[in-house]
């Protein structure tokens, strides 16, 4: 017994580690389709709200355009907290404009990337109807 404990730990001296040394060495994938950051594109969102109404996790707040667009009469769109959301993308099969861009990018431990707020505002077309 002693000596299978004690053969097995040597071979755990030279075996490659099982664990990957993140976020230092970056060689992450995920599987295709997986759901990961997203954000409404304002020049197809019609401030409709259906994404905040129906979002499970209550992660989705509208806010105030902040400049008005025509297509969407109430002036407002979604913004995604990333820290709340559970990546159900409920929110994206139930826009009925498609607005949401998916990604798979899953890496959000960050301030600047707390809300969808930037990435949906950077979507807005200079003099966007
Ligand atoms: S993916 Fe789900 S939890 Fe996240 S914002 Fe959309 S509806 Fe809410
Ligand atoms: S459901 Fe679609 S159109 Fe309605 S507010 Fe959300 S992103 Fe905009």
């Given amino acids: 017994m002693k000596l299978s404990v004690l053969s097995e730990a040597l071979r755990n001296l030279v075996r490659r580690p099982s664990t990957i040394r993140y976020p230092v060495a970056r060689e992450l ?13 304002l020049m197809k969102c019609i401030g409709c709200s259906l994404c905040a109404i129906d ?9 105030k355009l902040p400049q008005p667009l025509k297509h969407n009469p109430r ?20 826009c009925p404009v ?4 998916t990604s798979e990018v899953f890496e959000m431990a960050d301030y600047s990337i707390y809300t969808s707020r930037d990435l ?8 966007g109807e």
């Fill in 98 to 101: 498609k607005a949401y861009v």
């Fill in 55 to 63: 979002c499970p996790a209550n992660a989705i707040a509208m806010e």
């Fill in 75 to 94: 002036s407002q769109y979604p913004v995604v907290d990333y820290g709340k959301c559970v990546f159900c993308y409920q929110c994206v099969f139930v």
């Fill in 29 to 41: 994938t995920v599987a295709p389709g997986s759901r990961g950051r997203h954000y409404a594109d």
């Fill in 120 to 127: 949906s505002l950077a979507t807005i077309k200079s003099g």
